[in-house]
């Protein structure tokens, strides 16, 4: 038998370079479509982009109250202070403090607070939402669990959290609506 494998075509090749290049191309196209699912499926799903920002209505939090959303699974804390915390936030010496930020840099609005209710030492949530939970001395928060105390402005005061609550983006939509993320 004859082997027509090796014989050369009309235009110079053989019947292998054909098959090989036939063969590179149904692996690289086959790799290609396994490989592109993968792939794709590292993307972030559709309920995660959706949960990357939210819509408050702040319209019907009173002076002096708070309310608690739920932003990339974590408490965000929105608090509509009155004129005395902000005068307490606002009168703090920051060259005293161990994150030392001025109010001013962590309000768009002075009346309005906006936090990521996380404790910076070990990620418990600090109490002080609601007016039975105690606020520690300065009037903001209070982690009980190593007793960290934040203040009117969500600085850390007092206790083993390193760092003040961290101010999340936002914006003010209008007067009623902030977008957080």
Not at 37 to 46: G, L, Q, R, T
Not at 145 to 169: F, K, M, W
């Amino acid at each position: 038998m004859a082997d027509h494998a090796g014989a050369p075509t009309a235009d110079g090749g053989t019947r292998r370079d054909f098959i090989q290049l036939m063969t590179t191309s149904l692996t690289v196209f086959g790799t290609a479509a396994v490989t592109w699912p993968m792939i794709a499926s590292m993307n972030p799903a559709k309920d995660v982009l959706a949960l990357s920002s939210i819509e408050v209505d702040i319209s019907k939090i009173e002076v002096g109250r708070a309310i608690t959303v739920k932003w990339r699974g974590k408490p965000v804390f929105i608090r509509h202070r009155t004129p005395e915390e902000i005068k307490a936030a606002e009168d703090t010496p920051i060259d005293g403090l161990r994150d030392p930020q001025a109010d001013k840099d962590r309000v768009q609005k002075p009346e309005w607070l906006i936090l990521v209710g996380v404790c910076t030492h070990l990620g418990c949530v600090p109490q002080g939402q609601k007016d039975s939970e105690p606020r520690g001395q300065f009037g903001g928060w209070f982690c009980p669990c190593h007793g960290s105390e934040y203040d009117t402005s969500g600085r850390i005061r007092r206790g083993p959290a390193p760092l003040n609550l961290q101010v999340p983006d936002y914006v003010f939509e209008s007067d009623a609506l902030v977008k957080i993320g």
